[in-house]
Protein backbone atom coordinates (compact mmCIF):
# COMPACT_ATOMS: atom_id res chain seq x y z
CA UNK A 1 0.00 0.00 0.00
CA UNK A 2 0.83 3.32 -0.59
CA UNK A 3 -0.62 6.42 0.99
CA UNK A 4 -0.42 10.17 -0.53
CA UNK A 5 -1.24 13.23 1.19
CA UNK A 6 -0.99 16.73 -0.71
CA UNK A 7 -0.01 20.43 0.35
CA UNK A 8 0.92 23.36 -0.65
CA UNK A 9 -2.31 24.60 -2.12
CA UNK A 10 -3.90 28.34 -1.79
CA UNK A 11 -5.50 31.57 -2.87
CA UNK A 12 -2.74 33.29 -5.59
CA UNK A 13 -3.25 35.87 -7.83
CA UNK A 14 -2.93 35.58 -11.70
CA UNK A 15 0.52 35.63 -12.68
CA UNK A 16 1.72 33.95 -8.97
CA UNK A 17 3.49 31.22 -8.41
CA UNK A 18 2.45 28.22 -6.30
CA UNK A 19 4.38 24.87 -5.07
CA UNK A 20 2.42 21.86 -4.51
CA UNK A 21 3.99 18.74 -2.59
CA UNK A 22 3.35 14.74 -2.26
CA UNK A 23 4.06 12.64 0.45
CA UNK A 24 4.49 9.30 -0.05
CA UNK A 25 4.37 6.27 2.89
CA UNK A 26 4.19 3.09 3.22
CA UNK A 27 5.42 1.04 0.87
CA UNK A 28 8.61 1.86 -1.56
CA UNK A 29 8.29 4.38 -3.47
CA UNK A 30 10.87 2.90 -6.45
CA UNK A 31 9.51 1.70 -9.11
CA UNK A 32 6.22 4.12 -8.53
CA UNK A 33 5.23 5.83 -11.78
CA UNK A 34 3.72 9.67 -10.25
CA UNK A 35 1.43 11.87 -11.49
CA UNK A 36 -0.47 15.00 -10.96
CA UNK A 37 -4.45 15.57 -11.94
CA UNK A 38 -6.92 18.21 -11.38
CA UNK A 39 -10.13 18.63 -11.04
CA UNK A 40 -12.19 22.23 -11.37
CA UNK A 41 -16.47 22.23 -10.15
CA UNK A 42 -18.47 20.67 -12.92
CA UNK A 43 -15.69 19.25 -14.89
CA UNK A 44 -13.68 15.84 -15.38
CA UNK A 45 -10.56 15.10 -14.04
CA UNK A 46 -7.75 15.98 -16.31
CA UNK A 47 -4.34 15.21 -16.63
CA UNK A 48 -1.81 17.49 -15.58
CA UNK A 49 1.93 16.39 -15.51
CA UNK A 50 3.62 12.87 -14.85
CA UNK A 51 7.00 11.54 -13.85
CA UNK A 52 8.87 8.17 -14.12
CA UNK A 53 9.73 6.91 -11.03
CA UNK A 54 13.40 7.64 -11.97
CA UNK A 55 12.33 11.23 -12.29
CA UNK A 56 14.53 11.62 -15.57
CA UNK A 57 11.34 11.74 -17.95
CA UNK A 58 8.61 13.97 -17.38
CA UNK A 59 5.38 14.60 -19.28
CA UNK A 60 2.88 17.76 -19.16
CA UNK A 61 -0.42 18.57 -21.16
CA UNK A 62 -0.40 21.08 -23.33
CA UNK A 63 -1.69 23.74 -20.90
CA UNK A 64 0.71 23.82 -18.71
CA UNK A 65 3.81 23.22 -20.34
CA UNK A 66 6.35 25.82 -20.17
CA UNK A 67 4.77 26.96 -16.78
CA UNK A 68 5.07 23.81 -14.15
CA UNK A 69 7.36 21.56 -13.32
CA UNK A 70 7.42 18.20 -11.76
CA UNK A 71 9.86 16.67 -9.73
CA UNK A 72 10.59 14.01 -7.36
CA UNK A 73 12.93 13.45 -4.86
CA UNK A 74 13.27 9.80 -3.96
CA UNK A 75 15.33 10.15 -0.82
CA UNK A 76 12.14 11.86 0.72
CA UNK A 77 9.90 10.70 -0.94
CA UNK A 78 8.64 13.40 -2.48
CA UNK A 79 6.94 14.61 -5.28
CA UNK A 80 7.01 18.21 -5.84
CA UNK A 81 5.07 20.40 -8.76
CA UNK A 82 6.16 23.81 -9.53
CA UNK A 83 3.33 26.31 -10.94
CA UNK A 84 4.07 29.11 -12.18
CA UNK A 85 2.44 32.03 -14.20
CA UNK A 86 -0.95 30.74 -12.74
CA UNK A 87 -3.87 31.26 -14.71
CA UNK A 88 -7.54 31.76 -13.54
CA UNK A 89 -8.19 28.26 -15.28
CA UNK A 90 -5.46 26.58 -13.24
CA UNK A 91 -8.22 26.83 -10.55
CA UNK A 92 -9.24 23.31 -9.04
CA UNK A 93 -8.36 21.18 -6.96
CA UNK A 94 -4.79 18.81 -7.72
CA UNK A 95 -4.59 15.49 -6.53
CA UNK A 96 -1.28 13.24 -6.81
CA UNK A 97 -1.40 9.53 -7.91
CA UNK A 98 1.10 7.07 -7.94
CA UNK A 99 0.94 3.31 -9.52
CA UNK A 100 4.01 0.43 -10.06
CA UNK A 101 5.29 0.66 -13.44
CA UNK A 102 9.31 -0.62 -13.52
CA UNK A 103 9.79 1.43 -16.66
CA UNK A 104 12.60 3.92 -15.63
CA UNK A 105 11.10 6.05 -18.86
CA UNK A 106 7.78 5.96 -18.72
CA UNK A 107 4.57 7.11 -16.76
CA UNK A 108 0.81 6.82 -17.41
CA UNK A 109 -1.69 9.71 -18.66
CA UNK A 110 -4.63 7.83 -17.57
CA UNK A 111 -5.85 8.62 -14.25
CA UNK A 112 -7.48 4.75 -14.39
CA UNK A 113 -3.62 4.11 -14.81
CA UNK A 114 -2.94 5.06 -11.30
CA UNK A 115 -3.96 3.06 -8.30
CA UNK A 116 -3.24 5.29 -4.97
CA UNK A 117 -4.53 8.69 -4.58
CA UNK A 118 -3.70 11.67 -2.51
CA UNK A 119 -6.84 13.54 -0.89
CA UNK A 120 -6.40 16.95 -3.28
CA UNK A 121 -5.21 20.37 -2.38
CA UNK A 122 -7.36 23.42 -3.79
CA UNK A 123 -5.91 25.77 -6.01
CA UNK A 124 -7.52 29.00 -6.24
CA UNK A 125 -6.66 31.59 -8.44
CA UNK A 126 -7.87 34.67 -8.47
CA UNK A 127 -8.20 37.46 -11.63
Known amino acids: QVQLEESGGGLVQTGGSLRLSCAAS????????MAWFRQAPGKEREFVAA????????GYADSVKGRFTVSRDLAKKTMLLEMNNLKPEDTAVYYC????????????????????WGQGTQVTVSS
Open 97 to 116: AASYLSDSAAYYVEDGEYDY
Open 26 to 33: GQTFFTYA
Open 51 to 58: SSWTGTVT
